[in-house]
């Protein structure tokens, strides 16, 4: 069977607390928290399972939440991930999908995400080079994305509350304190 065009790796959620949203997957589910994100867009953080990455963000402004409006709650977009966004590009837009914004990165090195709306509405991302935390092909060697994302230095406080009140949640108080 041959393996589809675009593979799904990413979906992107708005919340009012991404460190607490991260910390309830982490805690549920055994995801590992990947990296963080302070873009004109929103601030946020990162979470995987290892094959697909999820960005929990809360939206700076209405104006940037490309429509769904800052305070909006749920998921906000998927990502996929193709293997030339210029060709996906031309099949979205004839299918009746439309940009938003976004242009590949040309040098090939860097993160970037180019957005559309499909004909419903809904938004996604294009990548050719993944997301942190996500596998394009999961079990095969070398499928691994290999962006890292790093942490925001002045996130670093509610990073460490959103485990500690967890951890109180948890009954694991004493883990948090050993995890720091």
Not at 49 to 68: F, P, R, W
Not at 86 to 112: C, L, N
Not at 126 to 135: A, P, R, V
Not at 142 to 151: F, M, Q, V, Y
Request: with cysteine.
């Amino acid at each position: 069977m041959d393996q589809p065009v675009g593979q799904l790796r990413h979906f992107a959620m708005s919340v009012p607390d991404p460190w607490a949203t991260a910390e309830f997957y982490i805690h549920s589910f055994g995801f590992k928290f990947v990296g963080e994100t302070d873009s004109r867009l929103a601030e946020g953080c990162y979470i995987s399972d290892g094959v697909i990455n999820i960005a929990l963000l809360k939206y700076k402004s209405d104006e940037v939440s490309q429509g769904t409006g800052k305070d909006f709650v749920g998921i906000h977009h998927i990502g996929i991930w193709v293997d030339d966004v210029e060709e996906t590009r031309k099949k979205v837009e004839a299918a009746g999908g439309k940009w938003i914004m976004g242009e590949p990165d040309p040098v090939g090195g860097s993160f970037y995400e180019v957005k559309f709306t499909d004909p419903n509405g809904v938004i996604f991302d294009l990548t050719h080079n993944g997301w942190g935390g996500s596998q394009r092909y999961p079990g095969t060697p070398g499928s691994e994305s290999t962006l890292p994302r790093k942490l925001v230095e002045r996130f670093s406080e509610r990073r460490a509350k959103a485990r500690d009140d967890m951890a109180k949640k948890t009954g694991k108080a004493e883990l948090a304190k050993t995890e720091k």
